[in-house]
Nanobody, 127 residues
Framework: QVQVAESGGGLVQAGGSLTLSCAASGHIIGLRDMGWRWYRQAPGNQREVVAEITAGGHTNFSDSVKGRFSISRDEAKRTAHLLMSRLKPEDSAVYYC???????????????????WGQGTQVTVSS
């Protein structure tokens, strides 16, 4: 099984920077095509996607963070990082990392898509 864990959350002043990290661990047969997404959810709000890096290396960002956040990955280490700069109080939320991948399903003899979520890490931006 694959487990996902985030780290790097904390308290930062508005205008500051913070880097979140996400690590995938565990073994699964024929794991490939790993992509990563970062979501966030503030109290009373729906969970939203803020950034992703696809298996092919393409990146996408929500309008609210475009130009301020960047995302990177290390395929060999199975890690991804969300670099957040020029933070605003409205960026405060619990940030979740997901890893999307394909694995070889022996019962069907073919690859199947799957995803795993982390537990989330709190980011608080003070004004």
């Amino acid at each position: 099984q694959v487990q996902v864990a985030e780290s790097g959350g904390g308290l930062v002043q508005a205008g500051g920077s913070l880097t979140l990290s996400c690590a995938a661990s565990g073994h699964i047969i024929g794991l490939r095509d790993m992509g990563w997404r970062w979501y966030r959810q503030a109290p009373g709000n729906q969970r939203e996607v803020v950034a992703e890096i696809t298996a092919g290396g393409h990146t996408n960002f929500s309008d609210s963070v475009k130009g301020r956040f960047s995302i990177s990955r290390d395929e060999a280490k199975r890690t991804a990082h969300l670099l957040m700069s020029r933070l605003k109080p409205e960026d405060s939320a619990v940030y979740y990392c997901t890893v999307h991948f394909s694995f070889f399903a022996e019962d069907v003899g073919d690859y199947r898509p799957s995803a795993r979520w982390g537990q989330g890490t709190q980011v608080t931006v003070s004004s």
